[in-house]
C-alpha cells in the first residue's frame, strides 16, 4: 500500500512503473486505487502464464453465457463474454489467435450438441477452422463465393429474427427452436448487432473480390 502525496494523480505513478519495478528487483509493476489517495502496488516475482496451459475443460452444463478459455495471473478462470457481444482477436502470426478461437467453440461444445448454439465459420485461409469441419457442417466456407453465400444466410437470419423481435424485445434468449449462432470475427465486415449469430471468420491477407455486391451481401444492419 502506498500512500500519495498532496497534489499527485494516479497517472504520476502509472508512468513511473518500470522505475518501480526496477527499483523493488520486479520486472514488471501494476498500480491500483484502493480508495482515495491509497495505491496498491503489486509486484510479481515470476510470470504464471509463461508457460502453455493445457486446454480448458470441457463445460458439463450447457450455456451461452460468459466461456472460460483460460486462466488469469492470479489463478482465477479468464471468462470470455460472446452472447449478446461481438469479439474481436487480432494479433500477429503466431500470437496465439487460433487459441482463443478454439478455446471459445471448446466451450460452447455442450451448448451445440444440446441445440442451443450454432457456429457458422468462414476460412478463407483454410488454415485453422478447417479442422472443425466436421463439427461446423453446412455452416462453414473457406472460397470467397461460398463465404459470401453463408454470409447472405446469416444475414436472412439476422433479418427473420429482428422481424420478429421489433417492437417488442432487444434480447434473444436461445432456444433449441430459435439457438444462438455464433459472429465473432479476427476480420470481417460488420458485424450485426442483433442477430446473435456468430460466425467465425479466419483472417486472411488477400482481399474480399471486388465484384459488384449482391443484395444482402452486407452484414451491417
Same mark, same amino acid.
Given at each position: 500500500? /502506498? =500512500?500519495?502525496?498532496?497534489?499527485?494523480?494516479?497517472?504520476?505513478?502509472?508512468?513511473?512503473?518500470?522505475?518501480?519495478?526496477?527499483?523493488?528487483?520486479?520486472?514488471?509493476?501494476? !498500480?491500483? &486505487?484502493?480508495? /482515495?489517495?491509497?495505491? &496498491?502496488?503489486?509486484?510479481?516475482? @515470476?510470470?504464471?502464464?509463461?508457460?502453455?496451459l493445457p486446454a480448458v475443460p470441457v463445460p458439463e452444463v450447457a450455456t451461452v453465457g460468459p466461456v472460460e478459455v483460460g486462466r488469469c495471473e492470479d489463478g482465477t478462470p479468464y471468462l470470455l463474454k460472446v452472447h449478446g457481444t461481438h469479439v474481436l482477436i487480432a494479433g500477429a502470426t503466431g500470437a496465439g489467435k487460433g487459441s482463443w478461437l478454439w478455446?471459445?467453440?471448446?466451450?460452447?461444445?455442450? /451448448?451445440?450438441?444440446?441445440?442451443?448454439? %450454432?457456429?457458422?465459420?468462414? +476460412?478463407?485461409? =483454410?488454415?485453422?477452422?478447417?479442422?472443425?469441419?466436421?463439427?461446423?457442417? /453446412? #455452416?462453414?466456407?473457406?472460397?470467397?463465393?461460398?463465404?459470401? +453465400?453463408?454470409? +447472405?444466410?446469416? !444475414?436472412? &437470419?439476422? %433479418?427473420?429474427?429482428?422481424? =420478429?423481435?421489433?417492437?417488442?424485445?432487444?434480447?434473444?434468449?436461445?432456444?433449441? +427452436?430459435?439457438?444462438?449462432?455464433?459472429?465473432?470475427?479476427? @476480420?470481417?465486415?460488420?458485424?450485426?448487432?442483433?442477430? #446473435?449469430?456468430?460466425?467465425? &471468420?479466419?483472417?486472411? =491477407?488477400?482481399?474480399?473480390? #471486388?465484384?459488384?455486391?449482391?443484395?444482402?451481401?452486407?452484414?451491417?444492419?
Amino acid at each position: 500500500m /502506498a =500512500r500519495m502525496l498532496s497534489g499527485q494523480a494516479v497517472k504520476d505513478w502509472a508512468d513511473r512503473t518500470d522505475h518501480l519495478a526496477h527499483g523493488f528487483g520486479s520486472p514488471s509493476c501494476r !498500480v491500483t &486505487v484502493a480508495k /482515495a489517495g491509497r495505491l &496498491v502496488l503489486t509486484f510479481p516475482r @515470476r510470470d504464471p502464464l509463461a508457460e502453455p496451459l493445457p486446454a480448458v475443460p470441457v463445460p458439463e452444463v450447457a450455456t451461452v453465457g460468459p466461456v472460460e478459455v483460460g486462466r488469469c495471473e492470479d489463478g482465477t478462470p479468464y471468462l470470455l463474454k460472446v452472447h449478446g457481444t461481438h469479439v474481436l482477436i487480432a494479433g500477429a502470426t503466431g500470437a496465439g489467435k487460433g487459441s482463443w478461437l478454439w478455446s471459445t467453440i471448446r466451450g460452447l461444445l455442450p /451448448a451445440v450438441r444440446a441445440g442451443l448454439v %450454432q457456429v457458422w465459420a468462414l +476460412d478463407p485461409k =483454410r488454415m485453422e477452422l478447417s479442422f472443425g469441419r466436421a463439427l461446423f457442417g /453446412a #455452416r462453414y466456407a473457406a472460397d470467397s463465393k461460398e463465404c459470401a +453465400d453463408l454470409l +447472405d444466410e446469416a !444475414v436472412s &437470419v439476422m %433479418q427473420e429474427r429482428a422481424d =420478429r423481435f421489433a417492437g417488442l424485445q432487444r434480447s434473444h434468449a436461445p432456444t433449441v +427452436d430459435d439457438p444462438s449462432s455464433w459472429y465473432s470475427s479476427t @476480420r470481417s465486415p460488420s458485424s450485426p448487432p442483433t442477430s #446473435r449469430t456468430r460466425a467465425f &471468420v479466419n483472417a486472411s =491477407r488477400r482481399p474480399w473480390p #471486388r465484384s459488384p455486391p449482391r443484395a444482402g451481401r452486407s452484414v451491417s444492419a
